[in-house]
């Protein structure tokens, strides 16, 4: 499908505001989309790569604005970009009005030739070459290719890259449309369709399926060992939530560090954090402690925690540090020794066991896994709960999660099968969205920084926090979101929603001071969610349940 196409599509389901047609949108785009349907089923929610296969564009702001300002010719820059966006608001709408079109008739008296009509698929492997660019010069590659891209745009299609690459799509598909989507689009039930994307999470993959291979070709999408699925999450819950529901509870430790799913396909081990990041590397005990404890293919769920000499809990900010990517490996390694804490097993020597009772996988994990295992015990007594949550507090624990016995394992489900029981401390995860620069000594630092809340495909604003930051903290951190400064104004910076903060807050009021509507009271901050992607940070739902 050319790219044109697409964007024009885009642009109809941006502008259909009721939830019913866009999934007609959707599918008809689907439909039509033929041999671009798997590229065509990620772009349109936003989404440049597979959900499950680690590579991530990493384009900031800077990058983007430079190339935009390249292809629109010697007279933009990348300031002039800048200042447009402070009136248009948006990137795409910058981009659509640079008009670069113009620039593709240059180009192609240059040199260029008919054959660069951009496709779905062109844009797709760019972006990839894109993102495999990696070392030394490869700011300058990342640079070429997006404006290589950028100058065979015509104005709508200039909008959709723009936005694509800085993952702001903004038309109003999530998940949910692109499911419905392809079930209206394929004639495939949305339960077959929900189903196949939880066990896959490739929605490309999905769609195709669907309409090569119908409602059948669905249900016998498996699991596949290196093809990370989402995490199952829990609720916050008590004993009494959890014994009216079930009867009987599994009652675990909930380990203080950062979630891992383990997956070995008999020779190779590879590790996959929270937000599906490919972690293997930074962690190389967990893969040789797992080529020790595991002798079938399989793929486990688990926690990473960091201990101290004496084998006590460290705080998972101590974990996350080894969960970032490029800097100091080596440097932390030495300074934290991590540990993996395995607690459920969703595929076995071929079989998947998605659907199996929670307490037969983890008797499974138990026969192949020879590593450390959760401990579970089967209560029906609300003072036993109490006594169990007491002593995983008391052995440094962050709490106690109770767990359904008879429940199956449903990927990136919050549902309320897993709950979790921790002492009241009051963190939220918040996206950083904006800064302002500090003054004295930390002038050249981004210092407070501006914290949202997600509110659909928005952001909107719930405080600012500059407590808790050491001068060595915030060099890092400044560091951190430097890449993602989208535009500055006086003192204040704009910065692209990519960073997950953890903050902790004294109480949470209504305000008119922040677009949520709401204030974090005495924000401080705690850490940063290298875990965490802004879809998995708090949306403002959640703050409103808290504030009631
Ligand atoms: N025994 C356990 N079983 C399941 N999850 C566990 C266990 N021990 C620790 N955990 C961690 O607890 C988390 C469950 O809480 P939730 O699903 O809300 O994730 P979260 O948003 O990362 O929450 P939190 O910030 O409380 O860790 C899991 O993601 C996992 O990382």
Redesign the pocket.
Known sequence: MEFATFADRAAAIESESADLETVELVAALLDDAEGSLDVVARFVQGRVFPANDGTKLDIGPALCYEALAKAAGPNVTSGDIESRLATVGEIGGVAEALDLGGQRGLAAFGGGNDDDTLTVERVDAELRSLAAAAGSGSTDTKLDTLFGLFNRCEPTEARFLARLVLGDMRIGVGEGAVRDGIAAAFDVSTEAVERALQVSNDCGLVAETARDGGESGLNDIRLAVGRPVK??????GTALDALDAWERAAV?????????QVHYDGETVRLFS?NLEDVTDPLPEIVRTVERALDVPAIL???VVAIDGDGSPRP?QDVLRRFRRKHDIQATREDVTVEL?A??CLHADGADLLDAPFVDRHDRLRTVFDGEI?TIRLTDAPEEIADLEASALAAG??G??L?DPASAYTPGN?GKN?L?R?PDVE?L?VIVTGAEWGEGRRANLLGTFLLSVRDGEEYRTIGKVATGITDEKLEELHERLDPYVRSESGTEVEIEPAIVF?VGYEEIQRSPTYSSGYALRFPRFVSV?E??DPD?AEDLERVERLVE
């Open positions: 995490a199952m999450l829990a609720q916050a675990e430790t909930k380990f203080d560090g950062a979630r891992v929270r769920d688990g926690e998972f804490r607690f459920d959760s624990h962050e106690i999660m767990k919050r897993w979790k921790k963190t995860d953890e969610r875990d965490k998995d």
